[in-house]
């Protein structure tokens, strides 16, 4: 859909003019980052703008994951997978996984189950500074851990993965004269007759 689109293509060249000339509105963006370690090898970190995801392997069978922040237990997860996104990443992937849309400003991640296989699996608005970890349970298929839609590490029983939001930000220069609300409307074809 283009959520970080500032502008249209045929408009471009207007929007290029009005950068050049100081009428543009700058947004600083949360990005997410993740490390962990499979097979006894570190990786990472991997950072990304939208999310971070890990997923059913080719199989496409249930994965079994446990989930903690702080060191503490938050869920086990029984499903398609899960989905950490930041604000930005709210109108992506989490979107269509019936996350929740969340203003690109705010400081918090998202964390989405994918298909659960439970009713009481809910979408979770959090903290940006919580520190997720997730470790994939036995018997398990492989998971991928994707980032920003790019396959980064092939996941097995054991494996554990460390999310958190990233020290690196990214700068957006925006139109000044359209709101958040302006693009959901648009893109998601809110309202209007």
Not at 15 to 23: K, Y
Not at 30 to 51: C, E, H
Not at 57 to 75: E, T
Request: proline share 6%; net charge positive; aromatic share 6%.
């Amino acid at each position: 859909l283009g959520f970080l689109a500032a502008t249209e293509a045929g408009a471009m060249p207007k929007m290029l003019a009005r950068i050049q000339s100081g009428r543009s509105r700058q947004e600083t963006r949360t990005m997410i980052a993740v490390s962990g370690q499979t097979r006894g090898k570190k990786f990472g970190p991997f950072t990304a703008l939208n999310d971070i995801v890990i997923r059913s392997g080719v199989s496409g069978r249930i994965l079994h994951l446990d989930a903690f922040v702080r060191g503490k237990p938050l869920a086990s997860y029984m499903g398609d997978g899960l989905i950490l996104s930041t604000p930005t990443g709210s109108t992506a992937y989490n979107l269509a996984a019936s996350g929740p849309i969340v203003y690109p400003d705010l400081d918090v991640l998202l964390l989405s189950p994918i298909c659960p296989h439970s009713l009481t699996q809910r979408p979770l608005v959090m903290p940006a500074f919580e520190r997720i970890e997730v470790k994939v349970l036995q018997p398990n298929t492989d998971a991928f851990l994707c980032v920003d839609g790019h396959v980064m590490k092939t996941l097995r029983a054991t494996d554990r993965v460390i999310l958190q939001r990233s020290e690196d930000q990214v700068k957006l220069l925006m139109d000044p004269d359209t709101t958040f609300y302006q693009v959901l409307q648009s893109k998601l074809k809110w309202g209007g007759a």
